[in-house]
């Protein structure tokens, strides 16, 4: 799951948190957490959730990349312990403007409708391609560029949408200030005219008290 190391970005952590619960309360066995972002990993932790690793959130485009890998590597790990794992991945996605919606979405095992539908396609020449290395290697290595596409495109959708939030929450931020400027001007503007008030009351006052004198 990806969320956010720095805060400022709204409700961003806390409605990603809500889909990551919901979605653990439907599964059943054990689960092992991967969080992207210290923010995401406090949420899930005050809810009770154990996290297994604690990654860091990428500060750019270039930093995505090497993130994925270790990512990977993790996932690797855990299927060589059990094959048959379910891996679902979290993580907003921007719509407009700063707009976003959370996401679940499952990458393992794969979807066995999309598996049916790309065993029945013809292909389109009779040059068969040629597996060299064994269909199961093969196999992996495209699974691997399939899990490998996926993370980095969550990746990069969850820092779009953590940058538009936090600019949107900046900005809610500036409006608030400038409200309670405003405010406090009318505020010293009306006891400046008081004071002002007050001032002229009393030489008036005085000057009438000495007017009345004999």
């Not at 990654?55 to 930093?63: E, F, L, Q, R, W």
């Not at 399939?146 to 969850?158: D, K, Q, T």
């Not at 002002?196 to 004999?214: K, Q, R, T, Y």
Request: charged share 25%; hydrophobic share 40%; with cysteine.
């Amino acid at each position: 799951m990806f969320g956010s190391d720095q805060g400022l970005v709204g409700s961003f952590n806390d409605q990603l948190g809500k889909v990551v619960q919901h979605k653990l309360e439907e599964l059943s066995g054990k689960n092992m957490i991967l969080a992207v972002g210290e923010r995401i990993q406090s949420r899930l932790r005050d809810a009770g959730y154990q996290q297994e690793e604690l990654y860091t959130v990428p500060g750019s485009v270039n930093a995505i990349a090497p993130l994925v890998g270790t990512l990977l590597a993790a996932v690797e790990k855990l299927l060589e312990k059990e094959a048959m794992i379910q891996l679902y991945l979290f993580y907003n996605s921007p719509e407009s403007g700063e707009i976003y919606h959370s996401l679940s979405k499952r990458l393992l095992p794969l979807d066995v409708t999309w598996e049916r539908e790309i065993r029945s396609t013809v292909w389109p020449t009779k040059a068969l391609p040629e597996m060299l290395s064994g269909s199961n290697t093969v196999r992996w290595a495209l699974v691997r560029e399939y899990l490998f596409v996926s993370l980095f495109r969550a990746c990069a959708e969850s820092l779009a949408s953590e940058n538009a939030s936090r600019l949107s929450a900046m900005q809610r931020a500036e409006k608030n200030i400038d409200n309670m400027l405003e405010e406090l001007s009318r505020l010293y503007n009306n006891r400046r005219q008081s004071g002002i008030d007050e001032e002229l009351f009393d030489v008036v006052s005085g000057f009438n008290a000495l007017s009345d004198s004999p």
